[in-house]
């Protein structure tokens, strides 16, 4: 038989009564977060242009992301740039577009200021976008690929700050972002208001893929209130240690991310390799 219930005291009532209205009160502070999905391919040359094009015979508005420049430091710390693909690469009438950072603009950092490093920047991507405009081709986001030393992370959200403000004004803005990004709790704070997301990503990061390794990423990658996207590569390599990476393995990560009401689908890198059958499970 059941046991009879207990009569709550006034004491438990009030407690559950303030549980149920600071729930209510940060469910009503987060915006309606829509759980629209897209699934997009780098191009960074005319061979992942024609692996684009088979991959989107078999998935519906697969989106193209054009790497069209790169920006990068001289030897005093100045920020330099150099254009890369057209956007016609794509072979569509509106594509994403992408610009690196190479590992060697970190060094701009020592030498120059924030608003410094915002203002030349700003000015390489206007001449980069100008010349994808030209293409013919409509730009529908702007991605910063940038592996930003954790150090500068504080100081990298200032630069986006100011790139909102001023070249990337008004357009769909995402960046990409490392594991090692977001265990700092300070990462979505840093770049939510300034961004359209994040795309992180899991390959060349000597990470191994497992589902509980996934779920912990998930719930790390969520508590931001951030929407992102999950960045694979396709492509494996043989590592110094004489072991192989594992990347392929990382598009089964989409099965858990799916469970986070920030995600916003899976972005891939294809390394010369066919991979839309490596999304099959998880459309």
């Not at 088979?54 to 519906?60: G, K, M, N, T, Y």
């Not at 790497?67 to 710390?77: K, M, V």
């Not at 920020?79 to 956007?87: G, M, R, W």
């Not at 490093?117 to 991605?143: F, K, T, Y």
Request: hydrophobic share 45%; with cysteine; aromatic share 8%.
């Amino acid at each position: 038989m059941a046991a009879s219930p207990r009569p709550y005291s006034r004491r438990t009532l009030a407690a559950n009564l303030i549980v149920a209205l600071v729930a209510a009160a940060t469910s009503a502070c987060e915006p309606p977060v829509s759980h629209d999905t897209a699934i997009g391919q780098w191009i960074w040359s005319p061979a992942d242009s024609a692996l684009f094009a088979d991959a989107a015979r078999s998935i519906p508005n697969l989106v193209p992301t054009v790497w069209i420049g790169t920006i990068r430091a001289s030897s005093d710390g100045k920020v330099q740039s150099q254009l890369a693909l057209s956007p016609r690469v794509s072979g569509r009438s509106s594509a994403g577009v992408v610009v690196r950072f190479d590992d060697g603009f970190s060094s701009v950092w020592a030498v120059q200021t924030d608003s410094a490093v915002a203002n030349a920047v700003g000015a390489a991507l206007g001449d980069m976008l100008v010349a994808a405009q030209r293409s013919g081709v409509a730009v529908s986001e702007v991605q910063l690929d940038y592996d930003c030393p954790e150090r500068l992370l504080r100081r990298w959200s200032a630069v986006i700050a100011m790139l909102s403000r001023g070249a990337l004004a008004g357009r769909s803005v995402w960046i990409t972002s490392l594991i090692s990004h977001v265990r700092h709790a300070e990462y979505g704070d840093l770049f939510r208001a300034n961004v359209a997301g994040h795309i992180l990503q899991v390959f060349d990061t000597g990470d191994r893929m497992s589902v509980p390794y996934a779920r912990r990423i998930e719930r790390l990658v969520s508590r931001h209130r951030m929407p992102f996207r999950l960045g694979v590569g396709a492509f494996e390599r043989r590592l110094a240690n004489g072991q192989t990476t594992d990347h392929q393995a990382w598009f089964e990560a989409a099965h858990v991310m799916r469970g986070s009401r920030w995600f916003r689908g899976v972005w891939v890198f294809p390394g010369n390799v066919s991979w839309a059958h490596l999304l099959e499970t998880v459309k």
